[in-house]
């Protein structure tokens, strides 16, 4: 019941972004920054801290490329708190995904991953789907997503993602997400560079 109520919560936070972004976009007097690119938001180097609620923290390094637009290719290396035993729990992933402008200021993008997790006791392999929408208002990129993950060795999830971003000057932004990920629900804080 629990990933049920994630989910049908997030389908409505999702729901009222769709609804709302477009009267914000068109209420603002000035020019979005650099909005309609979607170049910034596919092309980054991050760094992040992720608290998870059941299993500690964890150091994340992501990056993402636009290739030939709309395709975009996307991996990350995730180093967990191997806590007092050490018993080494980490992951790494790629995706492959395509994106699809639903109005001028939102944009959809849907991809395919798959990837290996240590999960300190046991370790899988994975694959699996996801969504998210994008919006950009100014300085600020706000998204949220779905997806769905198999693990050969584990059973699947159901994983989401809300967050955003600050874009202090075109290149350097920081920002905060609250995912699912491999190890459970959490906070995360990251800085990346777009280009």
């Not at 993008?109 to 929408?133: I, K, M, P, T």
């Amino acid at each position: 019941m629990k990933t049920l109520s994630k989910v049908m919560s997030l389908s409505l936070v999702l729901t009222g972004m769709i609804a709302v972004t477009p009267a914000i976009a068109q209420s603002q007097d000035n020019t979005p920054f650099e909005a309609p690119k979607t170049r910034p938001a596919f092309n980054f180097l991050s760094v992040g801290v992720a608290d998870h609620d059941d299993s500690g923290d964890s150091l994340v390094v992501e990056g993402s490329y636009e290739f030939n637009s709309p395709w975009f290719i996307s991996g990350y290396l995730r180093d967990g708190d191997d806590g007092p035993f050490g018993n080494g729990r980490d992951a790494q992933g790629l995706k492959f995904g395509r994106y699809v402008w639903l109005n001028h200021n939102l944009v959809a993008d849907f991809s395919g991953r798959f990837g290996h997790v240590d999960f300190g006791q046991a370790d899988s392999a994975y694959w699996g789907v996801e969504g998210n929408l994008r919006t950009r208002i100014d300085r600020f990129e706000l998204y949220a997503g779905l997806g769905w993950v198999d693990y050969t060795d584990a059973g699947s999830d159901n994983q989401y993602q809300l967050g955003g971003r600050f874009y202090i000057t075109p290149e350097f932004a920081v920002g905060a997400r609250y995912q699912d990920s491999e190890f459970g629900d959490g906070l995360r804080l990251e800085a990346s560079y777009h280009f």
